[in-house]
Structure formats: structure tokens, C-alpha cells
């Protein structure tokens, strides 16, 4: 059974950083392209970066310059280090994986962001 586990969410005030961590079971992790998503109340469900299994990244413009993804295969997990946080980026951040062969997608079940003094 597949699972994703993310953690590290939290309250923090404009300008902190947070480091968001997502942990995977039951595949083979380096076969996945690891991404973060994030989404806002009332908002869709929007990429923030993705790291590809050699290391290639993409961010969001949203967030250039401000998170870095990284991953670690040999402990299958993929983080994501948020500095210079926002009230705006507040919101539920989800961890997803995607198959680099085949048509075949996990996600997790979210943890919660809050940026606010």
C-alpha cells in the first residue's frame, strides 16, 4: 500500500521559514518525479515545485527565490524549505508523486500552513 506523509506544517509569523517534510511507502521512490501542491480556502489546487528524479526543479513564480525542493532517495523523501513566508502562502501544502514511466499518480493527505503575526 502506497502512502505519503507529509509534516511540518505550522503557525508562523511574515517572514519565517518552515521546512516541510514528505515521507513515502510502498514504492519506489526514485521511479517518481515529487512534487508540492498547495491550496488556499476556496481556491484550487496549485503547483508550487517539483523536483524531478535527478534533481531537475521548477517553482512556481509565486515562490522563485523564496522555497527550495530537494529529495533524498535513500530515506524517500522529499522536503521542502520555505523562507521569507507570506500571509499568502498560507495553506493546506500536499506532497505528490508521479510515476516517471507509467500513468500513475499518489498524494498525501496534506499538512496545514499558517502565516500570520
Known amino acids: 500500500q502506497v502512502q505519503l506523509v507529509e509534516s511540518g506544517g505550522d503557525l508562523v509569523q511574515p517572514g519565517g521559514s518552515l521546512r516541510l517534510s514528505c515521507t513515502a511507502s510502498g514504492l519506489t521512490f526514485s521511479n517518481f518525479v515529487m512534487s508540492w501542491y498547495r491550496q488556499a480556502p476556496g481556491k484550487e489546487r496549485d503547483m508550487v515545485a517539483t523536483i524531478s528524479r535527478t534533481g531537475r526543479t521548477t517553482y512556481a513564480n509565486s515562490v522563485k527565490g523564496r522555497f527550495t525542493i530537494s529529495r533524498d532517495n535513500a530515506k524517500n523523501t522529499v522536503y521542502l524549505q520555505m523562507n521569507s513566508l507570506k500571509a499568502e502562502d498560507t495553506a493546506v501544502y500536499f506532497c505528490?508523486?508521479?510515476?516517471?514511466?507509467?500513468?500513475?499518480?499518489?498524494w498525501g493527505q496534506g499538512t496545514q500552513v499558517t502565516v500570520s503575526s
Open positions: 505528490k508523486a508521479d510515476h516517471y514511466y507509467i500513468t500513475v499518480a499518489y
